[in-house]
């Protein structure tokens, strides 16, 4: 069985109390797993009168994992994943992963995602306790989201982490406390929360963030399909990851933008099967829906690795098809910097510049829309670039027949840098002074528009990257890639996120894992 993931504090002893005197009759639900489809739902009816109830849940066979939420007659009430322990959800406390309040009569539906079947026909166990007296204690630090004020007015680059789980995700551990004097320990300005397919998070933020004055945490979602996995920066309701069945991806995408929310893809190429389940990338993007990319990923890179070359190349091939995609890093840190096993990595590693008017969400989400972002693959302390245009672009394009662009590279003495034009990496230039300068002339094509990234080298590998800074004669231009060969779509094979890794190196880290799933 996979391990159970323990409550702490006061809701520990709240759940021990609740479990010793549970009522004493509950809904029993089991059946077998219907074959079609990646989701179904259980009906249960929920009678007037009731101000908590509580599910337990099992899949009833070690080599089958079910993914488990929660839904009331008008919609979401949360998403465990793969949640072990049971979702409790009352009036004015909930279980982790799981949102508080009032409990409508009706139907109510346990989802059930089918993550893994090895083992069929399968079968599923619920029972749902009801209760007219709540167990849970009360918890007041849960209040409606508003975003916080801007923590620092100066324009400037600011270093944070696009991917960081707190305890809300069912495969995490961390207090939000934690995770923030950890990420701000680590000289960052911001982190975004991105828990599994649920808000629950944005109840406790309003609470927690004047007590960290100097790092900003900022909502979103891991939006976690069975299909690829992608960060919503900034959402603040729920979309439903049954993508094909009950939503389409441009659906979700769209959902995700009508809330002001960013959607950027993650680990586009990790695919080691079920260490990772959903990871690789395998969707369609729809047109102009994807607005960034996780072009490093904490994880792996952790073992020595650099940047996944699957991922670049990814990211290569989506602009190559006219989108406008700014790179971002997420270190997929679940322990807040602790107890990490081999593949995880700490919060910060990597780290993403981001320039911005101000420390505020919506800043940020600003300067990523105008592609003003810096991932470094190690952390702050890595060289970083800053890339600038003789002609101010437009958001991230250059309007003008030709321009000189300006490389700045700070921290690099005696490594190298390199223009990457279109997806073609240019010769490497020494890296000669602390603070060095490289520039080029560049000339926008007849039709359509070119794009121009900064790569820093060290070691034979690069480990600063910048967004791209794209080129076009006119506006309507934009979005057209102009006269460069075409890109093969990468498949997602992993061998970006894991070069050189071998079939035994890989079977040894299924052994070490054993039946665990790492959801990132």
Known sequence: MRPLLSFR???????????????????????EVPGEGDFFSVPFEVPPGTVELEVRHEDLASENILDWGLED?????????????????????????????????????????????????ARYRIEVHLRTVPRLAPQPE????????????????????????SRESGDAKAPLDELAHYARGQGLDFVVLTEHNTTSTLDFLVDAQPRHPGLLLVPGVEYTTYSGHANAIGATRYVPPRVNEDITLAEAIDAFHRQGALFSINHPTYDVGDLCIGCAWQLTVPPGGVDAIEVANGGWEKLGRF????????????????????ALGGSDDHRAGVDLDFTQSAIGNPTTLVYARELSVAALLEGIRNGRTVVKLQGPEDPMVDLSSSVA??????????????????????????FVHNGVRLPLVEVTSDDFVVERDITAP????????????????????????????????????GPVPPLTEPGGCGCGSAPGWSAG???????????RRRLT
């Open 9 to 31: 504090g006061p809701l520990l002893a709240c759940f021990l109390a609740c479990t010793s005197a549970l009522a004493a009759d509950p809904l029993v639900l089991e059946g």
């Open 73 to 121: 007659p008008a919609g979401f009430r949360g998403y465990g994943g793969g949640n072990e322990e049971p979702a409790i959800v009352g009036e004015k406390a909930a279980s982790r992963s799981y949102l508080a309040g009032p409990l409508p009569p009706g139907t109510w539906k346990v989802t059930v995602g089918k993550a893994k079947l090895r083992k069929t026909p």
């Open 142 to 165: 849960r209040q409606p989201y508003h975003p916080a004020d801007a923590l620092s007015s100066q324009p400037r680059w600011y270093a944070g982490d696009f991917h960081v789980h």
């Open 307 to 326: 940047f996944s070359e699957g991922a670049l190349g990814y990211w290569d091939w989506l602009v190559a098809q006219g989108h406008h995609t700014a």
């Open 393 to 418: 672009p437009t958001g991230d394009t250059v309007l003008a027949q030709s321009a000189r662009l300006s490389a700045r590279v700070t921290g690099a003495r005696g490594h190298h840098v390199r």
């Open 446 to 481: 007849g039709h359509g528009e070119d794009r121009f990234r900064v790569e820093v080298w060290l070691n034979g590998h690069p480990r600063t990257v910048t967004s791209h800074l794209w080129i076009a004669r006119t506006a309507d231009m934009r979005g057209h890639p």
């Open 505 to 515: 190196v890989l079977a040894l880290a299924v052994l070490a894992l054993g039946r």
